[in-house]
């Protein structure tokens, strides 16, 4: 195991925290070297937080033994004695922002799944994130980690700022199709999205009560949510907002996103012609899948797997798309993209420990 | 109980069935004369077909007895010699376009919730329904009941067709928008709809398994739902399908409608200026409720209750209007909606039975 | 309206208080004259809380208007002058307990949902409930409104403390055959009982937010829960709860109870004479469903309604007895009992406003 | 690849059959040399039927490639060319126990997840199968394997029935203590036992219905339940099922079991003492895991792992022990226990590709 690259996951005890240690414990060539909570709390073992990673390496005696593994509050000096090369921050934005210089002096890859570092311009903080941000050359250093569109900028990335969930869903599918010149500039790319509630975290609210959320479904942050900014961004739409209409809404399900993304194609455009840019570009890409046939992805395909699912139906009459794309968001839209974005920046095969 | 408008229910197994039983039994001036399946089956008491409606007028020595009620094979002599005076059919598309002259023939107000009368172009009926229409004279007898854009043609009317779930939850916020000239006409009306899955019916199918539809989500008959020229029809838009993107989507829950509705007004169009014509027009409609504040319609909010839900957000930069509209659909969907035009066209409140 | 009963609801941000409001506004012979929160808050318009209230009688003339019905924070004396004849208390324990005596001054009869006047013991209070209880001779008048079993003691009754929902659910099928000796008394009562989510509250916490509750089920408060010596005293069960085997258990639905009740007969029990005894007991009882056939209550059959279901299986050889009892745990299990035992206690017949 | 082991999935339509596949890609020593459907159906894409499984092994050249691995109908011939060393039977009971002879005859240990070798006494196949068993020598042939009690059986084990979800449920726990003589032998063993849907297969009834399942709850089959003659066998109760009472239950959940086991303890027995018993019993089992602290299991703790969980709660004064034990029905309740039995019959280590 002493040939193993150390990581350390802060914020664990969310639900992308559980993930990730879950991802990390699986990994050939990682061993787990500390977990932490965000600011505050006390030393629990951190099966006690999550259960259900208990005994998870029954006979591996090659892998950490997850059932003596301590949550420690977070130290960022402890956790730069412990010498990572990979430190996934799964903490609260504002923190991870505040954290990020000290984290980079420890010289690991520091790869931050919250929004601190995922807008290039440092404006628009203070609005979508509720704080000025005060590392704004480190905004520049950052790579926007969608893994696919930016594999050759991960080798050696030191902060890879992990996508947001929702925008991983939309911008995987549409960028390729705008770069391709396929889609009518004119007309706004909408993206109607619905998302599971472990995608509003952990802590217990109103709007997470499960009487609140069961058998009912609402559209929420209608033309206001901090994503919008990121898919605008992430599409390279000129403009910033204005030709992105991004509608969330709660899904009465723990996990899983699906986006149906509404497109005015060029004339001439065919379905088959989003699938050739789709299957040309993500020819290598081991977690994309390309619904190629009749069936359209769904929540249950890619519930619990780390792939983004992408389809799409075409009326070539009035140009008119429809993508439908589904991920898991704790998974292509949390933790395993931050994995795979660790495994291109530490020289691991991409799907390492995703499998 | 002699002077109570004696009602017949035909296609009483099923959801819309139910419900319309239910809603018959607590109406002041309706009684239930007699309960129908479709075709074929053997007699029944309709509580052991749903034992929700044991019990149910506990006290009522005036209202009709639903524990001894027999539903029995549909049996069109059998009906006729109980002389309704109105008869709901919640029975299949197909076979409520068979029986109809027979029923009409009765003299009662027949409220049909079936699609086999909805569409005045009969040309539609091969490719949407999948049968020939034999009937086509009263395809424009009929009155197409989204009660609160036909109120006036309600009083006497013998032929209602009832409108589909999907289709009430669009028509009735997007047509006063339409008819007001709000609109920018250049671009297509989008619906996102999301549905629970009674609106699938009774019947078990692959795709309305528990462990197929429970926590996962997907679009389905996308550009090819048979509720897509019913929507075109209602809302009057010119050259047929063209100006209407219809998306319908499963939700995981049992009862209930959300669409989202996307429309690009025309310039100077507000928010305020949408809710100015909902009001006007809805001022005397008891079973619409506008979300004038800034909360937005949910389907717990319209579950179980006759109501249809609208609100919108409005980016009045680019004049993007985002409606939010709520119908539980075995309700204004379909029981409820059947009920409130057969009060309209019997003399009755509107809202007879339906509080 | 002038001769309705006048009606209060306290604690009406609740679950339990938003069906009371729904109840009593259906109700002929009360009226709504005033609803308030608990201790603290602001003045928010009820249908802001309850936005399923909204338009609840769209042409109720002679009925309260919902619409325009504001909640007050609590206020004993503004609550007086109201000169309610009932006052229903949605309200927390100690909350209930401290207000009692002022509400009682009142001279208005107080149906009391909370557990504070439900058991004898007062010596039990702080084990059971965190308090002390201060109003020990208040217990003593205090009607246990279990309905069918205490219905002589409810016309005038002036402090009625409403029955738990678990409790409900066990005591109704139990009771009559331990009554008419039918169980071996040597062995004890063990009920295994689920409940929806609702039946927790309103609050959020960690064990009632969507994530840890959906997909998952789970038993609580093993051999201790303070619906145990309510349920014990409710059977009458000597020795206390030695006796009672109660097990709660949390389903991930929103409302509805289920108990699996398991008792050992005496020899020569049949299940015919189980159904005798409940049948002879609860001929007059519209509000229990006595399920004699080979269907057993489910919760779907009792959702929204407010009877209690009961259905047996015996296996005659060892004379072990399995009853399975069912009631919506707003209603039989909360509010709709209330009203049930005001009605009662005013002069109502038993099931109005309930049907 | 070539010293793999060679495995065969047959009934790899349903869910345990999907879950095999995946177990079997990701073994180490394991290749998945052909999948087949029972009787009938044509040739289909694997991924087709289980779209879950596309991509599976994404970088995986050492995998077999589930995405070219098409299912065929059952071909006893075509199966046996493939020369397997074990064949996973996840077919339905009759057709297990028809086509087990030249299963064998190929020479490979077989797994029956079915019931058709399970009970030791063919008299009971009638009754709870609904067929006479025509091959009672090879019920004695037959190991029973509940893995962690039996494990000394299964090196080398040809014909091996694999245990029922239900009983794997409540023997795993049960089992020991009445063998260490904790439990009080004039009382029954009572099992409050809840699964989720996947357990009545993929096979869409009336009572799988999404509609009919969600937002409720119900019991099942009670007294008459085919899972009881083999939760006594397995318990070896004397006197059959007269010991044994089992309430199987159905939640509105995809995947999960749990049991609430009712036992009376004798006099002076502890929860100490029981925990005792399993620490001991399991210390060396990689898939059980003992709540020795104050938290119980609960489904989600379990779900889509392959462990057995087990707490307990006892009142000492009364000697009334509470079970709590979960398990993931298509996983320790069928696939991963298949798994399990096949690696040590086999040679493997017992947790390898579970993990």
Known sequence: MGNRVRAVVAGATGYSGRE???????????E??????????????????????????PGGADLSDLDSTICHPFDEEALARLKPAVIFLATPNEFSHEIMP??????????????????????LYPAFYGF??????????AVYGMTELVRAQLPGAKLIANPGCYPTSIILPVRPLLEAGLVDESQPVISDSKSGVTGAGKTPTATTHFVEVSESFRAYNLLRHRHAPEIAQGLGLPGGTDRLVFSPHLLP??????STIYLKL?????RQSILDVWQERYAA??????????????????????????????DERSGQ??????????LKGAASQALQNANLALGFAEAEGLR
Request: proline share 5%; hydrophobic share 50%; aromatic share 4%.
């Open 20 to 30: 990730l240690i879950r991802l990390i414990a699986g990994h050939s060539g990682m």
């Open 32 to 57: 787990l070297a500390g977990v932490f909570a965000s600011r505050g709390g006390s030393s629990t073992p951190i099966v006690e937080i999550h259960p259900q990673l208990r005994g998870f390496q």
């Open 102 to 123: 000290s984290m980079l002096a420890t010289g690991a890859t520091v790869v931050d799944l919250s929004g601190s570092f995922r807008l290039r311009d440092a404006s």
């Open 132 to 141: 000025e941000h005060q590392a704004t050359p480190l905004l520049e250093e």
């Open 253 to 258: 399900i723990n996990r899983g996103i699906l």
């Open 266 to 270: 060029k004339a001439g455009t065919t």
């Open 285 to 314: 890409a081991p977690l994309i899948r390309i619904f190629a046939g009749s069936q359209l992805p769904e929540i249950k395909f890619v519930a619990g797997l780390p792939f983004c699912d992408m389809g799409v139906v075409v």
């Open 321 to 330: 798309a429809i993508i439908v794309a589904a991920i898991d968001n704790l």
